[in-house]
């Protein structure tokens, strides 16, 4: 018996054929740092505008431009990852991005206590309801443990979430 295709735009796209629609989504990672260089490299691939932001002009990586100021490129289309967090900064970088029209704020961390952000934030004076927009942990429950593994984690929960489907990020 012969199969008979039904032409499919989605088929000729996962098959190389024809090029994705653009997603017009932006992925912005905060801090250098391993996590930061693997999501990245996915969201180039995976059809993110990308977008590295390090405030310490010491730690900037070789091998990607990274923006000073996010006021420059944060706006509705943009999911926020913070890829680290034992950096100072964390609180004042939060705190700003609460007050962005970022869609989507996350931090990495351990669901198994309370992240260092959420100190921070108050401290900041940010009410329990802002500090609660940031997500924590930022990835689908794959337990990823490497930088490659959380940044996949990660942009696959983006990727769920961009096409309206349940991937999403409950642990």
Known sequence: MTHIHDEDPACDVAHGASPAEEAGRTLVAVFASPVAGHLLRFGDELGFRTVLFEPDPGRHPGDR???ARLDDVIDATCDVVLTDHHRDEIGPVLRD????PARWIGIMGSPRHEGPH???LTELGVAPEEIARVHRPIGLNIGSRTPPEIALATVAGLIAD???RPGGFTF
């Open 65 to 67: 431009p990274a923006v």
């Open 97 to 100: 991005l609460l007050k962005s």
């Open 118 to 120: 959420v100190r921070a």
């Open 162 to 164: 961009r096409n309206g």
